[in-house]
């Protein structure tokens, strides 16, 4: 199989109601790795921990990249394994970073941050969760969440405590059972997926995803390219905007 060629577009806003945008992303088609950060804590504290968390991370993974084998048919479980492990320590490492800041600087006591970031290794993708920003797989037949959100309406639908029409109108909305920085160590979701040419994958902040439905994503991402990051910030303004938008879509070819 030809290597895949990989082109990746980003673009993030403050939206309609926020004073700072505390989202960060990053995108390197030639590393193959694409991160969406969604920060939280008072005096600026979201901005310092999405920014340090993809420095951080992004830091890890170029570092230790050059240990991993490619991923390719039939898929090797010690390679898959690896590659998994390299994402999930990257994200630790920018967890006890952030966490480092804020222990130093009490002002920023309680920041975090949202990581969902995508590496792209030889034919295959490893994901890499925490909190409520999101990674979608857009395909010929359809559009596909690849993360979980971490969040208290997320588990009480899995627990089956409440329903779908519940959730919607559930005050608990942005509570994140889980961050980047507010402790020491944080549980990571990571995933390989396997990838088929035309496949997209699109990561976005809840500024984005919150005014989504499934079906809004596949006629903009065949928009491709720039033109279809900023549809997608427009359609969150349009829609209120009331949150930072952060959106990257990655094109595989």
């Given at each position: 199989?030809a290597?895949?060629?990989?082109?990746?577009?980003?673009?993030?806003?403050?939206?309609?109601?926020?004073?700072?945008?505390?989202?960060?992303?990053?995108?390197?088609?030639e590393?193959?790795?694409?991160?969406?950060?969604?920060?939280?804590?008072?005096?600026?504290?979201?901005?310092?921990?999405?920014r340090?968390?993809?420095?951080?991370l992004?830091?890890?993974?170029?570092?230790g990249?050059g240990d991993?084998?490619?991923?390719?048919?039939?898929?090797?479980?010690?390679?898959?394994?690896?590659?998994?492990?390299?994402?999930?320590?990257?994200?630790?490492?920018?967890?006890?970073?952030?966490f480092?800041?804020?222990?130093?600087?009490?002002?920023?006591?309680?920041?975090?941050?949202?990581?969902s970031?995508?590496?792209?290794?030889?034919?295959?993708?490893?994901?890499?969760?925490?909190?409520?920003?999101?990674?979608?797989?857009?395909?010929?037949?359809?559009?596909?969440?690849?993360?979980?959100?971490?969040?208290?309406?997320?588990?009480?639908?899995?627990?089956?405590?409440?329903?779908?029409?519940?959730?919607?109108?559930?005050?608990?909305?942005?509570?994140?059972?889980?961050?980047?920085?507010?402790?020491?160590?944080?549980?990571?979701?990571?995933?390989?997926?396997?990838?088929?040419?035309?496949?997209?994958f699109?990561?976005?902040?809840?500024?984005?995803?919150g005014?989504?439905?499934?079906?809004d994503?596949?006629?903009?991402?065949?928009?491709?390219?720039?033109s279809?990051?900023?549809?997608?910030?427009?359609?969150?303004?349009?829609?209120?905007?009331?949150?930072?938008?952060?959106?990257?879509?990655?094109?595989?070819?």
């Open positions: 199989m290597p895949l060629h990989r082109a990746a577009y980003g673009l993030t806003d403050l939206g309609r109601k926020r004073q700072t945008n505390e989202d960060a992303l990053f995108l390197d088609d590393l193959g790795l694409y991160i969406v950060a969604d920060g939280m804590g008072g005096h600026a504290a979201g901005e310092v921990a999405s340090e968390a993809v420095d951080t992004y830091g890890m993974v170029k570092r990249i991993l084998h490619e991923l390719v048919d039939p898929l090797s479980p010690d390679h898959a394994r690896a590659a998994c492990r390299l994402m999930e320590s990257a994200v630790q490492a920018a967890t006890y970073f952030v480092s800041i804020a222990e130093i600087d009490r002002e920023k006591s309680g920041m975090g941050t949202t990581i970031a995508l590496l792209v290794l030889g034919d295959y993708a490893v994901t890499a969760q925490v909190g409520d920003s999101r990674i979608y797989k857009v395909v010929a037949s359809g559009v596909e969440q690849l993360t979980e959100d971490h969040t208290l309406i997320a588990w009480q639908l899995k627990q089956g405590l409440i329903t779908p029409q519940e959730a919607a109108h559930s005050p608990h909305k942005n509570v994140i059972t889980r961050a980047v920085g507010n402790r020491e160590y944080v549980q990571v979701d990571t995933r390989c997926i396997p990838l088929l040419p035309a496949t997209r699109l990561l976005c902040s809840d500024g984005l995803h005014y989504l439905e499934d079906d994503i596949p006629p903009v991402v065949e928009m491709g390219g720039n279809a990051v900023t549809r997608f910030i427009d359609l969150a303004n349009e829609r209120g905007g009331k949150d930072n938008i952060t959106a990257i879509l990655v094109e595989i070819d």
